[in-house]
């Protein structure tokens, strides 16, 4: 049975970093395009960064260009969100997402979506 699965997030303070993991079962996450999405309270889901399949093309929102690293390790199966510089309105719940279609090209990664796992950023 396909199934993402996040970790990782948690309460952190200004300009810290947290690393979000998303762990694929039931398919093979290399052939995908992977994908982190988040929301915030009251507001839409909101695109943070993408990666296609193949040629390891990346998209990041202009938010988070420059903190934020998204990954792939395709032995473990797993793709990964690297965050830095934390600020408050980071605050959201994380999700990831792949797509055997997909593209980095507009984050267009929408197939399979884990459960999500909440992020805090407070002093």
């Known amino acids: 049975q396909v199934q993402l699965v996040e970790s990782g997030g948690g309460l952190v303070q200004p300009g810290g970093s947290l690393r979000l993991s998303c762990a694929a079962s039931g398919f093979t996450l290399r052939y995908y395009a992977i994908g982190w999405f988040r929301q915030a309270p009251g507001k839409e889901r909101e695109g943070v960064s993408c990666m296609s399949s193949s040629d390891g093309n990346t998209y990041y929102a202009d938010s988070v260009k420059g903190r934020f690293t998204i990954s792939r390790d395709n032995a473990k199966n797993t793709a990964y969100l690297q965050m830095n510089s934390l600020k408050p309105e980071d605050t959201a719940v994380y999700y990831c997402?792949?797509?055997?279609?997909?593209?980095?090209?507009?984050?267009?990664?929408?197939?399979?979506w884990g459960q999500g796992t909440q992020v805090t950023v407070s002093s």
């Open positions: 997402a792949a797509d055997l279609w997909g593209s980095a090209d507009g984050c267009y990664v929408n197939d399979y």
